[in-house]
C-alpha cells in the first residue's frame, strides 16, 4: 500500500526529471554538433553559438537555487565507485532506464545516490558489460563523445580527438605516448582504473594514462626573451627561477551536489579514481614548484593526494572549508627549492557578523627560496604565496569583497618586511568573480569605491539588474570590530603606535585629577615653590570614587574611509584573459558549456616606468618576473572536447600555470 503511495508520488517527478535531462542533452547535442561543425568553427566569437541553447538552457537555469544545493552536507559513501558495474548502472539509471529510476527516484540526486548504493551492494557481482551475459541498452548517439570535428586553421595548435580515435595501437605507435609511458607512474597498478571496457565501442580508451596534453593542446608562451623597460631580458642576470600552478580540481562531493551541472559528461569519467589518475598525471606532468589547490576534499587529500604528492617530492599543507564542507585548499612546494617560513591558515567566517557567515578559507605561506650552490654567496628575498577558493554565489558580491580585504590584511602581515614594504607575493585561486570586474579591478588597481554598488556586480558573474530588489553595497563595509581596517590591513598593523597612544582620551584621564590617589604626595617629589607645593584643589562636591559613571566608549582606533576599499600590494595578472591569435577571451572553466574566466594568478609588479600608475595598469618588472605561462583555452576548443570535465580534463577548471624568476642579490 505505502510502496503504491509512494510510486503515484514519485513516479511524476522522476519522469518531469528525465523529460528535463532529455531536453538538456538535446540542447548541449545541438550545441555540439553546432559548433563542431567547420563552418560554425570559422565564424566569429561574437557569433559564437552559445546564443543557440540558452533558450533551451533557460528553463533548467531557471531551477537554480541562489546557492545550489550547497548547503547539503553529503552523507553518502564516499567510497571508491571504481566498479564498471556500477558506473553503467548509474548510466543505465540516468539514461535508458525509465522504468527502474523512476521506482526509486524522488529527485535526480537522490536517485543517484540509490543506484550508487545499490551498486555498492551488488559490487560481488559480475558487471553484465564486461562478461557480455546481458549488454546494456543501446544508447543512441552518446553525447559525451566528442563529435569528429575538421580540424580547421584555427585548430593547428589543438589536437582534438574524438573518443573513436582513441584506439590503443594509435596511441603505442605516436612516439610522445612512448615518452609519456615510460614516465614514473604515480599510481599503483592495482589503483590505475580501467576502461577500455565497453563491448558497444563506446568510450574505447586504451589502458594506459592518456596525454591529455597532447589532445587540448596548450602553449608553454615564453616571456624569458621579452625586453622590460630597462631593456634587459626577464631571463637576465642571476635569478631563481621556478613555476606554480594553480588549479581547482573539482571536489567530488560539490560535484555530486550539483550534479545538474554534469549530465553532459560520461558517469565513468566522473568517477574520483579516474579523475584522480589524470589529475596526477596533469601534476606530474608540468611538474610544477609550488602548486595551489582548490576544492580539494579532506578524505582525498589525507588518503590520496598528500601521500601522492608527497611521493613526488612536496611538502603539503591543507586548509579545509569551515562549517560542514568536505573540501578545502593545499598549498604544496618542493622542499628542495624552498624552505617554509610560516603557514597561515585563513578562516573567513566570522561567527556573528552577516557578512562573513560563509565557509570560504584560504592559505598563506611565506617561503625562503633555496638559492643554487652554484650561484655562489647570494640572498634571495622570502616569497609570499596565498591560495584561496572564495565564495561562489553570483548575488553576494559584498561577501566576496569581505572575504577578499581578509586574505589581503593577512597577506599584508605575512609579506610585511622591517622597513613596512613587502616581499614578492603571489595570489591565486579560483575568485568566482570574472575579468575586469569590480573585484578583478580592486586586486589589480588597489582601490574600489563600492559604496551603493549592487552587491552582484561586484564579480561580474550574472546580471541580476533586471530584479526588484538589489542588495547594496553600504559603507562601511565590515564593522570596526574585524579588525581590519579600509586598506586591508589589520588594525595593529596599521597604526601600533596611534592606536596604544589613544586608547584613552584627554577628558577620559583628566577626570582622575582629584582621585584620592592623585592628590597624594609621592615620596620623592622635588620641592619647586609655587609648582610642587601646593595641593590641587578638589572642586566642591566633587564625588568619589570617580569610576562610577561607565567609560566612554573608546574612539575607533583607526579611520574609516567613507565607501572606498585600498590595498597597498602592488598586483597583476599572469592571464591577459585574452587569445589574440583566436580573437576571444581565455576560459578557466565552463559551467554548462559557458565559458569564462574566474582562476587567476596574480604577482606582484612594480609600477610602470615613469613612477606612477598609468591608469592604474601595471608593469611586470619587479623583483618577481613573469617568465612564461601555459596558454588558457578559448570556449570553443573546449567545447569540441565537450566541455568540463571531459576524459582529458578531470576537473571543470583549467589548471593555471606560470614561471618566474626572482631577483638575487649580494649579501
Ligand atoms: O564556480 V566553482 O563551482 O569555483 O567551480 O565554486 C563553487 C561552484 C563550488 C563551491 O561552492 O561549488 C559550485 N551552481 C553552480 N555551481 C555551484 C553552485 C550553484 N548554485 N553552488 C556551488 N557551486
Given at each position: 500500500?505505502?510502496?503504491?503511495?509512494?510510486?503515484?508520488?514519485?513516479?511524476?517527478?522522476?519522469?518531469?526529471?528525465?523529460?528535463?535531462?532529455?531536453?538538456?542533452?538535446?540542447?548541449?547535442?545541438?550545441?555540439?554538433?553546432?559548433?563542431?561543425?567547420?563552418?560554425?568553427?570559422?565564424?566569429?566569437?561574437?557569433?559564437?553559438?552559445?546564443?543557440?541553447?540558452?533558450?533551451?538552457?533557460?528553463?533548467?537555469?531557471?531551477?537554480?537555487?541562489?546557492?545550489?544545493?550547497?548547503?547539503?552536507?553529503?552523507?553518502?559513501?564516499?567510497?571508491?565507485?571504481?566498479?564498471?558495474?556500477?558506473?553503467?548502472?548509474?548510466?543505465?539509471?540516468?539514461?535508458?532506464?525509465?522504468?527502474?529510476?523512476?521506482?526509486?527516484?524522488?529527485?535526480?540526486?537522490?536517485?543517484?545516490?540509490?543506484?550508487?548504493?545499490?551498486?555498492?551492494?551488488?559490487?560481488?557481482?559480475?558487471?553484465?558489460?564486461?562478461?557480455?551475459?546481458?549488454?546494456?541498452?543501446?544508447?543512441?548517439?552518446?553525447?559525451?563523445?566528442?563529435?569528429?570535428?575538421?580540424?580547421?586553421?584555427?585548430?593547428?595548435?589543438?589536437?582534438?580527438?574524438?573518443?573513436?580515435?582513441?584506439?590503443?595501437?594509435?596511441?603505442?605507435?605516436?612516439?610522445?605516448?612512448?615518452?609519456?609511458?615510460?614516465?614514473?607512474?604515480?599510481?599503483?597498478?592495482?589503483?590505475?582504473?580501467?576502461?577500455?571496457?565497453?563491448?558497444?565501442?563506446?568510450?574505447?580508451?586504451?589502458?594506459?594514462?592518456?596525454?591529455?596534453?597532447?589532445?587540448?593542446?596548450?602553449?608553454?608562451?615564453?616571456?624569458?626573451?621579452?625586453?622590460?623597460?630597462?631593456?634587459?631580458?626577464?631571463?637576465?642576470?642571476?635569478?631563481?627561477?621556478?613555476?606554480?600552478?594553480?588549479?581547482?580540481?573539482?571536489?567530488?562531493?560539490?560535484?555530486?551536489?550539483?550534479?545538474?551541472?554534469?549530465?553532459?559528461?560520461?558517469?565513468?569519467?566522473?568517477?574520483?579514481?579516474?579523475?584522480?589518475?589524470?589529475?596526477?598525471?596533469?601534476?606530474?606532468?608540468?611538474?610544477?614548484?609550488?602548486?595551489?589547490?582548490?576544492?580539494?576534499?579532506?578524505?582525498?587529500?589525507?588518503?590520496?593526494?598528500?601521500?601522492?604528492?608527497?611521493?613526488?617530492?612536496?611538502?603539503?599543507?591543507?586548509?579545509?572549508?569551515?562549517?560542514?564542507?568536505?573540501?578545502?585548499?593545499?598549498?604544496?612546494?618542493?622542499?628542495?627549492?624552498?624552505?617554509?617560513?610560516?603557514?597561515?591558515?585563513?578562516?573567513?567566517?566570522?561567527?556573528?557578523?552577516?557578512?562573513?557567515?560563509?565557509?570560504?578559507?584560504?592559505?598563506?605561506?611565506?617561503?625562503?627560496?633555496?638559492?643554487?650552490?652554484?650561484?655562489?654567496?647570494?640572498?634571495?628575498?622570502?616569497?609570499?604565496?596565498?591560495?584561496?577558493?572564495?565564495?561562489?554565489?553570483?548575488?553576494?558580491?559584498?561577501?566576496?569583497?569581505?572575504?577578499?580585504?581578509i586574505l589581503l590584511a593577512e597577506v599584508d602581515k605575512v609579506a610585511r618586511l622591517s622597513d613596512g614594504s613587502h616581499c614578492p607575493i603571489i595570489l591565486c585561486g579560483d575568485l568566482n568573480s570574472v575579468p575586469n570586474s569590480p573585484l578583478y579591478n580592486?586586486?589589480?588597481?588597489?582601490?574600489?569605491?563600492?559604496?551603493?554598488?549592487?552587491?552582484?556586480?561586484?564579480?561580474?558573474?550574472?546580471?541580476?539588474?533586471?530584479?526588484?530588489?538589489?542588495?547594496?553595497?553600504?559603507?562601511?563595509?565590515?564593522?570596526?570590530?574585524?579588525?581590519?581596517?579600509?586598506?586591508?590591513?589589520?588594525?595593529?598593523?596599521?597604526?601600533?603606535?596611534?592606536?596604544?597612544?589613544?586608547?584613552?582620551?584627554?577628558?577620559?584621564?583628566?577626570?582622575?585629577?582629584?582621585?584620592?590617589?592623585?592628590?597624594?604626595?609621592?615620596?620623592?617629589?622635588?620641592?619647586?615653590?609655587?609648582?610642587?607645593?601646593?595641593?590641587?584643589?578638589?572642586?566642591?562636591?566633587?564625588?568619589?570614587?570617580?569610576?562610577?559613571?561607565?567609560?566612554?566608549?573608546?574612539?575607533?582606533?583607526?579611520?574609516?574611509?567613507?565607501?572606498?576599499?585600498?590595498?597597498?600590494?602592488?598586483?597583476?595578472?599572469?592571464?591577459?584573459?585574452?587569445?589574440?591569435?583566436?580573437?576571444?577571451?581565455?576560459?578557466?572553466?565552463?559551467?554548462?558549456?559557458?565559458?569564462?574566466?574566474?582562476?587567476?594568478i596574480f604577482f606582484s609588479a612594480e609600477p610602470c616606468e615613469n613612477g606612477h600608475r598609468t591608469g592604474r595598469r601595471l608593469c611586470r618588472d619587479g623583483t618577481l618576473k613573469l617568465l612564461g605561462r601555459l596558454s588558457l583555452l578559448s570556449e570553443q576548443?573546449?567545447?569540441?572536447?565537450?566541455?568540463?570535465?571531459?576524459?582529458?580534463?578531470?576537473?571543470?577548471?583549467?589548471?593555471?600555470?606560470?614561471?618566474?624568476?626572482?631577483?638575487?642579490?649580494?649579501?
Open positions: 500500500m505505502i510502496a503504491s503511495c509512494l510510486c503515484y508520488l514519485l513516479l511524476p517527478v522522476a519522469r518531469l526529471f528525465r523529460v528535463l535531462s532529455d531536453a538538456f542533452f538535446a540542447c548541449r547535442k545541438n550545441a555540439l554538433q553546432a559548433k563542431s561543425s567547420s563552418s560554425q568553427v570559422e565564424e566569429s566569437f561574437a557569433m559564437a553559438p552559445q546564443v543557440l541553447d540558452q533558450e533551451e538552457c533557460e528553463g533548467l537555469l531557471q531551477q537554480w537555487p541562489e546557492e545550489g544545493s550547497s548547503h547539503v552536507c553529503s552523507t553518502l559513501s564516499q567510497g571508491p565507485l571504481v566498479d564498471k558495474a556500477l558506473a553503467q548502472s548509474s548510466l543505465a539509471l540516468l539514461m535508458d532506464n525509465p522504468g527502474e529510476q523512476d521506482a526509486t527516484s524522488e529527485d535526480k540526486w537522490s536517485s543517484r545516490q540509490l543506484s550508487d548504493l545499490q551498486a555498492a551492494e551488488n559490487l560481488e557481482e559480475p558487471s553484465p558489460g564486461v562478461l557480455g551475459e546481458e549488454p546494456l541498452p543501446e544508447v543512441e548517439d552518446p553525447v559525451w563523445a566528442a563529435v569528429p570535428m575538421q580540424t580547421g586553421p584555427q585548430y593547428t595548435d589543438c589536437a582534438v580527438l574524438p573518443m573513436g580515435f582513441l584506439a590503443a595501437e594509435q596511441w603505442e605507435e605516436d612516439p610522445a605516448v612512448v615518452a609519456w609511458r615510460i614516465a614514473p607512474e604515480p599510481v599503483p597498478e592495482a589503483e590505475a582504473p580501467t576502461w577500455s571496457f565497453d563491448s558497444l565501442g563506446q568510450l574505447q580508451l586504451p589502458p594506459v594514462e592518456i596525454p591529455y596534453h597532447e589532445i587540448l593542446w596548450r602553449e608553454w608562451e615564453d616571456f624569458s626573451t621579452q625586453l622590460d623597460a630597462q631593456g634587459l631580458e626577464a631571463g637576465d642576470g642571476p635569478q631563481f627561477q621556478f613555476t606554480l600552478m594553480s588549479y581547482n580540481i573539482l571536489a567530488q562531493d560539490l560535484m555530486q551536489q550539483s550534479s545538474e551541472l554534469y549530465l553532459h559528461c560520461h558517469p565513468d569519467i566522473l568517477n574520483w579514481n579516474y579523475r584522480f589518475a589524470n589529475l596526477i598525471q596533469e601534476f606530474q606532468h608540468w611538474d610544477p614548484d609550488i602548486l595551489c589547490l582548490q576544492e580539494v576534499q579532506e578524505n582525498h587529500y589525507w588518503e590520496q593526494l598528500e601521500p601522492s604528492l608527497r611521493m613526488m617530492g612536496f611538502t603539503c599543507f591543507y586548509k579545509r572549508r569551515t562549517g560542514c564542507k568536505t573540501d578545502g585548499c593545499a598549498v604544496c612546494y618542493k622542499p628542495t627549492r624552498f624552505r617554509l617560513l610560516c603557514a597561515s591558515p585563513v578562516e573567513y567566517f566570522r561567527p556573528g557578523l552577516e557578512l562573513l557567515n560563509r565557509d570560504n578559507v584560504g592559505l598563506v605561506l611565506l617561503l625562503q627560496p633555496l638559492v643554487p650552490e652554484g650561484l655562489g654567496r647570494v640572498s634571495v628575498a622570502p616569497l609570499c604565496v596565498a591560495n584561496t577558493h572564495i565564495l561562489y554565489n553570483p548575488r553576494r558580491g559584498d561577501v566576496k569583497l569581505a572575504q577578499m580585504a580592486f586586486i589589480r588597481d588597489g582601490e574600489l569605491q563600492y559604496h551603493g554598488m549592487p552587491a552582484w556586480k561586484v564579480s561580474g558573474q550574472e546580471d541580476f539588474s533586471h530584479q526588484l530588489y538589489q542588495r547594496k553595497l553600504q559603507a562601511p563595509l565590515w564593522p570596526s570590530a574585524l579588525g581590519i581596517t579600509d586598506c586591508c590591513q589589520y588594525v595593529t598593523f596599521c597604526h601600533p603606535k596611534r592606536s596604544k597612544r589613544r586608547k584613552y582620551s584627554r577628558d577620559f584621564l583628566l577626570r582622575f585629577r582629584f582621585c584620592s590617589i592623585a592628590c597624594q604626595r609621592p615620596a620623592g617629589l622635588v620641592f619647586a615653590e609655587g609648582v610642587t607645593d601646593t595641593k590641587p584643589e578638589q572642586p566642591a562636591g566633587w564625588a568619589e570614587p570617580v569610576l562610577e559613571e561607565d567609560p566612554p566608549e573608546p574612539e575607533p582606533a583607526f579611520p574609516r574611509a567613507v565607501g572606498t576599499v585600498q590595498h597597498c600590494l602592488r598586483l597583476t595578472s599572469v592571464y591577459t584573459h585574452f587569445l589574440p591569435q583566436h580573437g576571444c577571451p581565455e576560459v578557466t572553466t565552463m559551467p554548462l558549456g559557458v565559458g569564462t574566466t574566474v582562476d587567476y576548443i573546449l567545447w569540441a572536447a565537450n566541455g568540463l570535465p571531459n576524459p582529458f580534463c578531470s576537473s571543470d577548471h583549467l589548471c593555471l600555470l606560470a614561471s618566474f624568476g626572482m631577483e638575487v642579490t649580494a649579501p
